[in-house]
T-cell receptor, first 110, second 115 residues
């Protein structure tokens, strides 16, 4: 079964500390993985996708097929990073379906 | 450029009634997706429309239906409302998947409350 697991509901760190938001997936083929973010009172928006291999707002994520993980990392958290983060999996472009994890709330304290 | 727009923002219905939610995609986007975000259940895929056709639906009963119009806007209908249908309904759009694009742009959502 296709599944995305984000084990932490809440991750609280101090400003300047490193951040790692965990995402594990279950999929038998070659998935495409995404991170979406929702800031307070804003819409859900794409943060990054694994095929782009880019850094957005200082965040990076590497697809590890061996560990079936796509953890989101940032070396130095900022207060403006506080938001809800969702990991999502697209198994096939023919289904049009994104499978989302339950989300992790990142709280960056001053 | 306007983003994905959804209406109404809030809708209150009673059990057994029908609800209709509307979505206008970003100009140039032909694919529209509907997701349900119920408390404690996360984002669940409901429906996907592309070029006026329903291409896929999630694991929801038939009383959840919709359509896509020639201008690519979409409507989600929920018949015989049940209390557990109370949720935020998110619409998203993308370029046609035939082009290989599958990056979704989301609307702000329609909050449906069933009493």
């Amino acid at each position: 079964a296709q599944r995305v697991t984000q084990p932490e509901k809440l991750l609280s760190v101090f400003k300047g500390a490193p951040v790692e938001l965990k995402c594990n997936y279950s999929y038998s083929g070659s998935p495409e993985l995404f991170w979406y973010v929702q800031y307070s009172r804003q819409r859900l928006q794409l943060l990054l996708r694994h095929i782009s291999r880019e850094s957005i707002k200082g965040f990076t994520a590497d697809l590890n097929k061996g560990e079936t993980s796509f953890h989101l990392k940032k070396p130095f958290a900022q207060e403006e990073d506080s938001a809800m983060y969702y990991c999502a999996l697209s198994g096939s472009s023919n289904t049009g379906k994104l499978i989302f994890g339950q989300g992790t709330t990142l709280q960056v304290k001053p | 450029e306007a983003g994905v727009t959804q209406s109404p923002t809030h809708l209150i219905k009673t059990r057994g009634q029908q609800a209709t939610l509307r979505c206008s995609p970003i100009s140039g986007h032909t694919s529209v997706y509907w997701y349900q975000q119920a408390l404690g259940l996360g984002l669940q895929f409901l429906l996907w429309y592309d070029e006026g056709e329903e291409r896929n639906r999630g694991n929801f009963p038939p009383r959840f239906s919709g359509r896509q119009f020639p201008n690519y806007s979409s409507e989600l209908n929920v018949n015989a409302l049940e209390l557990e249908d109370s949720a935020l309904y998110l619409c998203a759009s993308s370029l046609s998947l035939a082009s290989g694009a599958n990056v979704l742009t989301f609307g702000a959502g329609s909050r449906l409350t069933v009493l």
